[in-house]
């Protein structure tokens, strides 16, 4: 193993446990296809980078943001049904990323490229996956009432509002760091997997959240250990070992 | 000498989507009465006792309440997601309560400690309406504006929960808001009684208020004497019919 190598595995860890946290948000607030047609938003975002030659991060990451405060919008400001708004909306976005994004790069965008990390990039990603777990925890109580009872948050001064806002302002950050692990297609199975998986084992809520964070950890050093063995790409190996630990803890399942 | 009521509503109206829901309803209540919200499904009942936690924003008039009033809300429906992994102690902890108030507070609500280490998620629709209750109570609530559930309340636990009010406003001594589908329900218990049909269409005390003719404004005729008739042998041994 290299030494960049492990910097890119303990960085990865960080930002898996950040997908796994958020990722138990959004299992309880069933926002899960939400995340998953999100994630799209971003490839518009990282083509331009690519056509203009700015680091594609930065350009997802904007592109995620022009997003949130879309469904925002939506969800708050209007009458459509955001099912079948989100669901026109990031389609046109990933066909006209994909219009826009030369083909050889096109499959790293979607499926992820470890190859292409910058120490400039880890650093950045590292402490974006800090501040998102750091804000999660702070906020723990009123993310969780929020997705569980949204009724009761108001009895407790927590604006449902504002909450919708913080979860979809985490789930933009925790996909704009992971995409370049696993890709725009695939990073959504990054936080719902796991926390899929950790509800079909765990026995009370804290024990929820440890084992989305921990198998969510475990997949993406596992995804990127197998990458590093075969001529596997990282983001495809993450989701199928993520996968299989879903598929041994339905046979868990009380 | 008249205690300073814990609320006054002057002629409030709320508008969902530019529809009028309720209006021109005005009341008051005092530390430690029972005020029972009656009328029939539709009638903006929900929607007036959402307006007063201040989930929904009214559209015209006054909601005054004693500075400082600490509100416990029971809401009508409280879904919990059936593989929601979460005991009844970790969700009441979401609201931060102070030392000792956890134990303190499920004495109160008639819960064993065992009650705490139970799954959230496999407790039947009563079992959850206490556990709510337990959360409202976690404050020290002063008033408690209690949404009776229509559907799916297990008989035993409707029963239940109307004795438990009515122990809380003995030994704790708050006021509530009870809506309501069950005239037994506002007979025994409450001290005022305002009948909602998107107006106001009575206030006051039920004996005097409640007239068949006001009844028959609020419910039509028919549907609710027939209904009455019909179910009057069981209404005498248990609650909720509906």
Known sequence: MTEPFLIILGSGMLVAAASGLVGSF?????????SDALSHVALPGIALGVVLRF????GGLAALFIGVILIWLIETKTKLATESVTGVLFVTALAAGALLIPEHELLEAFFGSVEKITLQQIAFQTLIAIAIISVALKFLKPLTLFSVAPDLSISVKVSPVKMQLLLLVLIALTISVGISFVGVLLISALSI???ATARNLAWNYRSFLAFSVALAIVSLAGGLLVAQRYAVTPGIATVLIAASFFA????WKK | MKPEPLLEVENLAVALDGKTIIEHVSFS???QQVLAVIGPNGSGKTVLLKTLVGIIPPAHGVIRWRPGTRVGYLPQRFHVDHYLPMTVQ???NLKSPAKGALHRTIAAASMGEKWLRRDLAHLSSGELQKVLLAWALLDEPQILLFDEPTENVDMVGQESIYKLLHRLQDTMRVALIIVSHDLHVVYRYANNVLCLNKQMVCYGEPEEKLTPDTLS???GDYAFFHHRHSNHQRDDHRYGHE
């Open chain 1, 26 to 34: 959004l299992i309880l607030r069933r926002m899960s296809l939400l």
């Open chain 1, 55 to 58: 680091t594609p991060l930065w």
């Open chain 1, 193 to 195: 997997i796991p926390a």
């Open chain 1, 248 to 251: 041994v803890s339905l046979f």
């Open chain 2, 29 to 31: 209540l005092e530390p």
């Open chain 2, 90 to 92: 970790e969700f009441l």
């Open chain 2, 217 to 219: 404004k609020l419910y």
